[in-house]
């Protein structure tokens, strides 16, 4: 069975930096595009990132934009979120996400596998 695990969230103040991974296993996302989105409380789940399957293409929020850098090593099945100058208004859960296709895509209905979520709490 295919599954998604985050790990690398916590509690940092304002200014930190966090990188999150997401490890795949059950059968290999090489050939997928991925995803990273986060879910603030009261909030709707949002796109953060993602990354074609071969990483030479990535789409980013605009609210991340030059701070958050997605990366992928498909030979570990994984892939990573750098997050730098990390604000209060990062705090969410952050979830990983898989595509049954190649190619980026920044909306929750285009992905198919989800992972459980890791928080990350970051104080002012």
């Known amino acids: 069975q295919e599954q998604l695990a985050e790990s690398g969230g916590g509690l940092l103040q304002a200014g930190g930096s966090l990188k999150l991974s997401c490890a795949a296993s059950g059968r290999s996302f090489s050939a997928n595009a991925m995803g990273w989105f986060r879910q603030a409380p009261g909030k709707e789940r949002e796109f953060v990132a993602a990354i074609s399957w071969t990483g030479s293409t990535t789409s980013y929020a605009d609210s991340v934009k030059g701070r958050f850098t997605i990366s992928r090593d498909n030979a570990r099945n994984t892939v990573y979120l750098q997050m730098n100058s990390l604000e209060p208004e990062d705090t969410a859960v952050y979830y990983c996400?898989?595509?049954?296709?190649?190619?980026?895509?920044?909306?929750?209905?285009?992905?198919?596998?989800w992972g459980q979520g890791t928080q990350v709490t970051v104080s002012s």
């Open positions: 996400a898989a595509r049954r296709g190649t190619q980026v895509r920044t909306t929750l209905r285009d992905y198919d596998y």
